[in-house]
């Protein structure tokens, strides 16, 4: 990732984001204290790695250890079985925090755009983890109008992880619609990582319409700053688009 914040806040930024984002399950992956393990050889055929999830499922079942249920579902999140949708769904609300963060994590790796709907669900939880965790999740889909609505309410957040993370996903599964929404909050936008994450996400996302807006900054630039977002939304744009 780009540098998201000036100074100390851009040299904190992964440190905290990976802090933050997942908290309690990432302790409970990287803990190197004496307990149950889970160890998953992955196979190599689309249904070899269905019969994989299939003994992951019941492996899931036949324990009720959070650290042991959270390194499963993530077993299965590698796995990238979209079959397990429906499965992993059921475990969206479940009680533990760590768990349906870890789920959400692992729906968002199916890369099914059937999932959006249960994804953006999440989105309003009342935990921050949870939110986080949604919106990187969402931002693995293909490219969703609804999801995008929902995610660029994000970058109007007082926490600028929260808003890095929704231009981040924005980048990837928002469309020319964003456009004016992803130029106003670039306008508005106080941190310089996240600025960066803008302007490529218009760029990116906002294919012609987006580069057009960008061109018009270079042409027209109001700053040294305003020169530089464009340049980056350009480069992050179809080549195609920005020299047909």
């Known amino acids: 990732t780009s540098p998201l914040w000036a100074?100390?806040?851009?040299?904190?930024?992964?440190?905290?984001l990976q802090e933050?984002?997942?908290?309690?399950?990432?302790?409970?992956?990287?803990?190197?204290?004496p307990g149950l393990r889970l160890h998953v050889t992955r196979m190599a055929s689309h249904v070899q790695n269905h019969e994989a999830c299939q003994y992951l499922i019941q492996a899931y079942e036949q324990t009720n250890?959070?650290?042991?249920?959270?390194?499963?579902?993530?077993?299965?999140?590698?796995?990238?079985?979209?079959?397990?949708?429906?499965?992993?769904?059921?475990?969206?609300?479940?009680?533990?925090?760590?768990?349906?963060?870890f789920t959400i994590w692992a729906i968002g790796e199916l890369r099914d755009i059937r999932a959006s709907e249960a994804l953006r669900?999440?989105?309003?939880?009342?935990?921050?983890?949870?939110?986080?965790?949604?919106i990187d999740a969402l931002g693995k889909l293909p490219k969703d109008p609804n999801a995008a609505l929902e995610i660029s309410v994000f970058l109007r957040d007082e926490d600028v992880q929260m808003r890095y993370l929704a231009a981040k996903a924005l980048y990837n599964i928002a469309g020319p619609h964003a456009v004016p929404e992803l130029a106003e909050r670039l306008e508005a936008e106080t941190s310089v990582d996240v600025q960066e994450v803008l302007a490529r996400a218009l760029g990116h996302?906002?294919?012609?319409?987006?580069?057009?807006?960008?061109?018009?900054?270079?042409?027209?630039?109001?700053?040294?700053?305003t020169e530089h977002w464009a340049e980056l939304g350009l480069r992050a744009a179809d080549p195609a688009i920005v020299i047909p």
């Open 65 to 101: 250890e959070e650290g042991v249920r959270c390194k499963i579902l993530e077993s299965i999140g590698k796995y990238h079985d979209r079959a397990q949708l429906a499965w992993l769904t059921e475990h969206l609300e479940d009680s533990h925090i760590s768990i349906q963060c």
């Open 121 to 134: 669900h999440k989105l309003w939880s009342a935990n921050r983890s949870v939110q986080m965790t949604a």
């Open 20 to 33: 933050q984002a997942l908290p309690d399950l990432l302790h409970t992956i990287t803990d190197k204290k």
């Open 7 to 16: 100074s100390q806040e851009s040299e904190n930024i992964l440190q905290t």
């Open 205 to 225: 996302a906002g294919e012609a319409v987006g580069v057009g807006r960008l061109i018009e900054l270079l042409k027209n630039p109001s700053s040294q700053a």
